[in-house]
Nanobody
């Protein structure tokens, strides 16, 4: 089992920045791919970015590319999502997830989930 704990959410104005953290109890073969998903009120959960903990390769959904950066600190079993130039449409609960199915935005392929952290961007 891998436990994931997110932190760093909050409220900012459009154009601002936030950094989300996701602390994992460990990095394992079954959790070598980490991802951030988000779910806005009344909408389906969508994948935002993925990271492979072994080679640090990443992928981003088109709408956040160039604004968000997914990184890791292996020594701390922690991944980060640096979010810059935030827009009101980025408002959502952000979830950290872990699995072994590759760079995928299919939420069903992730085995472990955090509890979520709220991000609110006002215009």
């Amino acid at each position: 089992q891998v436990q994931l704990v997110e932190s760093g959410g909050g409220s900012v104005q459009a154009g601002g920045s936030l950094r989300l953290s996701c602390a994992a109890s460990q990095f394992t073969d079954s959790s070598r791919y980490m991802a951030w998903f988000r779910q806005a009120l009344g909408k389906e959960r969508e994948g935002v970015a993925t990271l492979h903990t072994l080679d640090s390769s990443t992928s981003y959904r088109h709408s956040v590319r160039g604004r968000f950066t997914f990184s890791q600190d292996k020594a701390k079993y922690t991944v980060y999502l640096q979010m810059n130039s935030l827009k009101p449409e980025d408002t959502a609960i952000y979830y950290c997830a872990a699995g072994d199915a590759g760079h995928t935005y299919n939420a069903t392929r992730y085995k472990f989930w955090g509890q979520g952290t709220q991000v609110t961007v006002s215009s």
